[in-house]
C-alpha cells in the first residue's frame, strides 16, 4: 500500500508539473530563417488552454521597449498577474498574449527593434514567421477580428507602426509611452546599432504616414480601434499628444489616457489594466 501512494504521489506531482507547464507564461523559441538564429518568446495561456483544446482564442501581441527582451512583461511588469485577475473577473476575455523578444541591454552591440533595417529584418520575421508559426501552435489569432497588437515605448511604437503599416491585421492597437520619432542620424556608422535604430523609428513615423496617406488608406487606418496612454511625467509625453491631436484631426476614433506617472514599469504594470479590457472589447 505504501508502495502504491509513493507512485500516485509521482504520478500526482508529474500531472501537476504538465499542468504547469501548459499554462500560465511559458517560454518557447523558433528558428528564424530571415534572421538567420533562433529567437525565443514568451506566451502566456489562459487558465484552461491545455484542457480546452477545440477553443480557438484571440491573440495579443505584447511588444517590450528599448534594452529589454522577451522575458520583461512577466519579469518586470508581472503581466500574467494582472491578465489572471482580469479574465478571472471577467474584464477581460481569455486570450493567448505573446511576447517577442526585439532586443537586449547592449544597444550598441545588439540588434534592438521592430521594424527592418540593413542586417535586421525583425519585421519580415514578425509577419512570415513568428506571427504564423504561434497562432497555429497556440490556436490563436488567425483573422484580423482576432488580433491586437500593444507595446511600451520602443514596443509602443513598433506597435502603431505595425497597425499602421498593416490596418488589415489589427483590429485594435494600444501604444504605452510610444516611442514614435527620433532625429535621425545621418552619420552612424554601420555597426552603430543604436543610431541604426534612431534612423529606422524617424522612417517609420507615424507623423509622416498619416500626413501622406491617401483618404482610401486613411479609412482604412480608420478600421483599427487605437489608444494612446501616457504619463504626464514621461518625456515622450510631446510626441504621445502630437499623435493623438493628429489621430482626431484626420478624423480618428482614438482614446487617451494621460496618468499620472513617468517612464516606468509601475506605469506600464497598470496601464495593462486598461490595455486587456479594450482590447478585449474590440476582439470580435
Keep these: 500500500m505504501k508502495h502504491t501512494f509513493q507512485r500516485f504521489g509521482i504520478a500526482l506531482i508529474g500531472l501537476m508539473l504538465t499542468v504547469s507547464a501548459q499554462a500560465g507564461v511559458i517560454r518557447d523559441s523558433i528558428q528564424s530563417e530571415v534572421l538567420g538564429v533562433k529567437r525565443y518568446f514568451m506566451v502566456y495561456l489562459p487558465a484552461g488552454f491545455q484542457r480546452n483544446t477545440d477553443r480557438h482564442y484571440p491573440v495579443l501581441y505584447l511588444l ?3 534594452t529589454d527582451d522577451e522575458r520583461a512583461w512577466p519579469e ?3 503581466m500574467d498577474r494582472v491578465a489572471d485577475e482580469l479574465m478571472a473577473s471577467g474584464e477581460a476575455r481569455q486570450m493567448v498574449i505573446v511576447m517577442p523578444c526585439a532586443g537586449g541591454p547592449d544597444t550598441r552591440n545588439i540588434w534592438n527593434g521592430y521594424f527592418n533595417m540593413n542586417g535586421w529584418a525583425f519585421e519580415n520575421h514578425f509577419y512570415q514567421e513568428l506571427l504564423p508559426t504561434v497562432e497555429q501552435r497556440y490556436r490563436a489569432g488567425g483573422s484580423r477580428e482576432q488580433r491586437a497588437v500593444a507595446g511600451l515605448s520602443m514596443g509602443g511604437g513598433g506597435s ?7 490596418p488589415d491585421m489589427f483590429v485594435a492597437c494600444y501604444a504605452m509611452s510610444a516611442w514614435l520619432n527620433d532625429q535621425p542620424r545621418n ?5 552603430d546599432k543604436r543610431a541604426l535604430l534612431s534612423n529606422a523609428v524617424h522612417e517609420h513615423n507615424p507623423f509622416d504616414k498619416l500626413d501622406n496617406a491617401s483618404e482610401a488608406e486613411l479609412n482604412a487606418l480608420r478600421q483599427v480601434k487605437w489608444f494612446i496612454d501616457c504619463g504626464d511625467d514621461d ?14 484631426q484626420k478624423r480618428f476614433d482614438a482614446q487617451l489616457r494621460v496618468r499620472d506617472g513617468g517612464h516606468t514599469w509601475e506605469y506600464w504594470h497598470n496601464a495593462l489594466r486598461l490595455c486587456l479590457p479594450f482590447v478585449s472589447r474590440n476582439f470580435k
Excluded: S
Excluded at 235 to 248: A, G, H, S, T, V
Design 64 to 66: 517590450h521597449g528599448l
Design 76 to 78: 518586470k511588469g508581472q
Design 160 to 166: 502603431v507602426g505595425y497597425a499602421m503599416g498593416h
Design 187 to 191: 552619420d552612424a556608422a554601420p555597426d
Design 235 to 248: 518625456f515622450l509625453f510631446e510626441q504621445n499628444i502630437d499623435l493623438y491631436k493628429k489621430m482626431r
